[in-house]
């Protein structure tokens, strides 16, 4: 791969706390769990760390609090040779955290307290202009403000330079953020959120792809979990196929899917052909637990084609 391929990652870094147990607690139910771990997360540095493991040059733009957690979170980045320099500290911020349950099937449920994520705010991406410029694809989630999402997917396209926006988590999102990207990747309930239409994405997901497009103006990917996820580029709607694995923790899946969608459409591949590796690759992340510890490195990838 060409050392030229760049990618900038604006988003949120957490420390998780994954606790697993043979099923997930009902409201008001204690569940004795089987496991404990403590790792790197965070759904922006989850994407830059699928990216930089798959062979690009990545600079990762957020935010993080003045603890050991946000000082452990920016030495994991660089460890990965991810580009830090647009990583503020915050002084009185507390850092991003996720608890996160997993149960025995690989289904999670995730309750974040984003701490210093919240605190980014558009200034801080003007600082990191130059990055955002040089980008071949810029990608944006929503665990940091919505205007700071904006203002982000703005400079990059006055610099013309591709957005995707992982849409996540599900909320409804102003429709000037949805027409300046490039390509929107939700799973199902976040098309939902979109599109404020409980199961259209599950019912239907080709449908809620094609009026998500229309809605945004703009290609759009739905990844369905164990189904695979299906694609609209214009009038054309196309089915991914899953890769069928023993999943033990869908964790980072879609993160994961997103930063490699991202490698390879900046490498130049079409949107189908970067969706099926990107598939690929989150495929091989479930089989592992946790977040960032569970992405795949790029030789990883290519002895699963």
């Known amino acids: 791969m060409s050392s030229l391929v760049r990618i900038a990652v604006v988003g949120s870094t957490n420390t998780d706390m994954v606790a697993k147990a043979e099923r997930l607690p009902r409201p008001g139910e204690t569940v004795i769990g089987s496991s404990f771990v403590t790792v790197a997360g965070g759904k922006g540095a989850n994407q830059a760390v699928a990216a930089a493991r798959l062979g690009a040059e990545v600079t990762f733009i957020g935010a993080v609090g003045d603890d050991a957690m946000g000082a452990e979170a920016v030495a994991g980045l660089a460890a990965e040779g991810i580009d830090v320099t647009h990583v503020v500290t915050l002084p009185g911020q507390a ?11 690989g289904q999670n449920s995730i309750m974040v307290a984003p701490g210093a994520n919240m605190a980014l705010m558009p200034k ?5 202009g130059a990055a955002i410029a040089a980008a ?3 990608v944006l989630q929503c665990e940091t403000p919505l205007a700071t999402v904006q203002h982000a997917a703005a400079l990059a396209r006055m610099h013309g330079v591709r957005v995707i926006l992982n849409p996540a988590p599900a909320q409804s999102v102003p429709a000037a953020l949805l027409q300046s990207v490039d390509l929107l990747t939700p799973n199902e309930n976040e098309a939902d959120a979109l599109l404020g239409e409980p199961g259209a994405a599950e019912s239907d997901p080709g449908r809620a ?3 998500l497009a229309a809605l945004a103006g703009c290609r759009v990917i739905i990844t369905l979990g164990v189904l695979g996820a299906v694609a609209c580029q214009g009038s054309d709607i196309a089915r991914i ?3 069928r694995v023993d999943a033990v923790d869908a964790t980072a899946a879609g993160d994961c899917f997103t930063g490699a969608l991202a490698v390879g459409l900046a490498e130049g591949l079409s949107l189908l052909d970067a969706a099926a590796q990107a598939t690929l690759a989150a495929s091989i992340s479930v089989t592992r637990l946790g977040a ?6 790029r030789a990883e990838v290519e002895a699963c084609l």
Do not use: E, F, K, Y
């Not at 850092?95 to 099937?105: F, H, K, Q, T, Y």
């Not at 801080?124 to 990191?128: K, N």
């Not at 960032?292 to 490195?297: G, N």
């Open 95 to 105: 850092s991003g955290v996720a608890l996160i349950l997993v149960d025995n099937r």
């Open 241 to 243: 196929a899953p890769r």
């Open 209 to 211: 792809a094609a009026m």
């Open 292 to 297: 960032q510890c569970s992405l795949p490195t």
């Open 124 to 128: 801080h991406i003007d600082r990191a």
């Open 136 to 138: 071949d694809v810029v």
